[in-house]
């Protein structure tokens, strides 16, 4: 089989257009789309946009950013450019984008049938976008976590309709991802072959209330997802639900490392399981992490081995995390061995997100 990249960290932009699913008993929830006075929504040549903010459920919101995408245009970005979108891909060397939100990486109300909705009808959008894609464009579905009752009916939908993975954060509605609450989820996860994909960001607003400012975006959005690595592998979550495939995604994987030691320390204190071993601890629980060509991959490989790690780009992001020619400088810095590379960048994404 020939070699297939997978970006495994790729993002949509939230526009008008991801609310347009909204059943009619579900219109009251619609976001609405503010902009400053005197502005309009056009793109400048630059690709800079005016600033946007939503008003959701009492509370306003920023939504894209007035920065300068110079690498992506806002229609790949958005979705409304899918055939670019597509191009950009074929030039960049990608065969598959796995597709995570951009609006939902914070939560954005706390009334469970204001959340229920507008997760669905993000699913709906994506739904959309992926039978528009040839299936290249795969995406983590936002699970009903406020309503169980819902969730069965709704990520089956997902599943038949292009969706590879569940989206999560490390807090969820102010509870660990360790909590018996979520069990449900991770039956279904088995049941349908869905991954389960942590990926940074914060869905608690009262833990959101402590870190307002940019400067301690780790604590809000990077720490609550290494902590979810340590508690669940503490509680034998992946070891009570084998058939989970388990991501960290938009973290890089320079803390693990300290995240396994911490947790090895632990765990052999508290259990003496003969078995344990570090090396084997990603392997042993179904556990990817999505790395960056910035870690030490050398080292981490040497501490975790060759086969869960993956890489994403970042796509459709100005960030910290974006590296559009991620996949390029893995392949060409020459920095790890051939057959590790085509690991990360093929079979080990594909495994993650069970890719044919």
């Not at 604590?219 to 979550?237: K, T």
């Not at 995604?249 to 003496?272: C, D, G, H, M």
């Not at 974006?322 to 690991?343: F, M, Q, W, Y």
Request: aromatic share 10%; proline share 4%.
């Amino acid at each position: 089989m020939s070699l297939r990249i997978v970006d495994a960290d790729a993002h949509v932009i939230e526009t008008p257009k991801t609310f347009s699913y909204l059943r009619g008993d579900e219109e009251k929830y619609r976001p609405v789309l503010l902009a400053p006075e005197g502005t309009d929504e056009i793109e400048t040549q630059t690709g800079i946009r005016n600033k946007q903010y939503w008003l959701i459920d009492g509370a306003v919101w920023s939504g894209t950013r007035n920065q300068d995408y110079t690498d992506v245009s806002a229609g790949r970005r958005e979705m409304t450019d899918i055939a670019g979108r597509l191009a950009h891909m074929d030039e960049m060397g990608v065969d598959v984008q796995v597709l995570y939100p951009t609006f939902f990486l914070s939560g954005k109300t706390d009334d469970p049938d204001w959340d229920c909705a507008l997760g669905r009808s993000y699913n709906r959008w994506l739904a959309e976008i992926w039978k528009q894609s040839d299936n290249r464009l795969r995406w983590a579905a936002i699970p009903p976590l406020r309503d169980m009752s819902k969730l069965r009916d709704e990520l089956t939908f997902c599943r038949e309709n292009g969706a590879c993975g569940i989206f999560l954060v490390g807090i969820e509605d102010g509870k660990e991802l360790d909590d018996p609450y979520f069990y449900p989820l991770w039956e279904l996860a088995q049941e349908l072959d869905l991954a389960a994909c942590i990926h940074s960001g914060n869905h608690c607003s009262t833990y959101m209330g402590l870190f307002k400012n940019a400067s301690t975006r780790f604590m809000s959005n990077r720490s609550p997802g290494i902590g979810a690595f340590h508690s669940l592998i503490m509680r034998d979550i992946p070891q009570k639900f084998p058939g989970v495939r388990w991501g960290f995604v938009e973290f890089s994987a320079s803390w693990l490392p300290y995240a396994i030691n911490y947790t090895e320390l632990s765990y052999w204190k508290n259990r003496n399981d003969p078995d344990w071993r570090s090396t084997d601890i990603l392997k042993r629980n179904n556990i990817y992490v999505a790395c960056q060509v910035t870690d030490d991959l050398p080292y981490i490989i040497g501490q975790v081995g060759e086969d869960n790690l993956v890489i994403g780009t970042d796509y459709g992001h100005h960030d910290q995390a974006t590296e559009i020619d991620a996949i390029r400088k893995l392949n060409n810095d020459g920095i790890l061995p051939s057959h590790v590379v085509d690991k990360i960048l093929d079979s080990n994404a594909r495994a993650l997100y069970g890719l044919d």
